[in-house]
């Protein structure tokens, strides 16, 4: 059974770029949650969706923003990249929320 | 607002030691608590799961229990072993009794478990 997929891998940015991740979670899981990684604030959430509707969102700045397809699959778009992006994306999904949640390998976002 | 707090920061112990991390969440009335394991640079491995009504998940050498009143949760593991070396977080789902659709997170436990 395939785990929770993140692509890319590993992402290198200009400042003020914008960028895309996706995210396949297990098959037959409907919701799909994105946190953010870093040195210093730990893990934070991002958003979570269960069948293309966004449930809950984190203390982010809007140009953070995400959305999920029919087939479950979500993409994250970060607008206008700051230095202080850089950080590692992780992927979540579960059957649904308040369940166990299974995560990705994550997705290296650098901005230079 | 949910904030869970993890102690030690790093522990460092002997192989074969028996050792307990600890978790603290301030508000009780959480939906369910989850431990991880992260290995430097990769995700999450998801090791137990605990409903808000059970009070331990056990796997293998690894058992987890919870106290909601007191807003506790502790990850015991059996005769350490150099590969259980890794951050351990220790997640918490809800803060009203029922599911937010997030979870919060713990700054971890970095174990070193020295041949």
């Known amino acids: 059974k395939a785990g929770v997929t993140q692509t890319p891998r590993y992402l290198i940015k200009t400042r003020g770029q914008q960028v895309t991740l996706s995210c396949s979670p297990i098959s037959g899981h409907r919701s799909v949650s994105w946190y953010q990684q870093t040195p210093g604030q730990g893990l934070q959430f991002l958003f979570e969706?269960?069948?293309?509707?966004?449930?809950n969102k984190g203390n982010f700045p809007g140009r953070f923003s995400g959305r999920q397809f029919s087939n479950s699959r979500s993409e994250m778009n970060v607008s206008t990249l700051e230095l202080g992006d850089s950080a590692l994306y992780l992927c979540a999904s579960s059957l649904w929320q308040g369940i166990e949640a299974f995560f990705g390998q994550g997705t290296r976002l650098t901005v230079v | 607002k949910q904030e869970v707090t993890q102690i030690p920061a790093a522990l460092s112990v002997p192989e074969g030691e028996n050792l307990v991390l600890n978790c603290s969440f301030t508000?009780?009335?959480?939906?369910?608590l989850q431990w991880f394991r992260q290995d430097p640079g990769k995700g999450l491995t998801s090791l137990l799961l605990?409903?808000?009504?059970?009070r331990e998940q056990t796997s293998g050498r690894l058992n987890a229990s919870l106290d909601k009143s007191s807003g506790r949760s502790t990850l015991y593991i059996a005769a350490s072993q150099p590969g259980d070396s890794a951050t351990y977080l220790c997640a918490v789902d809800g803060e009203s009794g029922g599911s937010n659709y997030k979870l919060t997170f713990g700054k971890g436990t970095l174990l070193t478990v020295n041949p």
């Open positions: 969706y269960f069948s293309e509707t966004q449930r």
């Open positions: 508000d009780s009335a959480i939906y369910n």
């Open positions: 605990i409903q808000s009504s059970q």
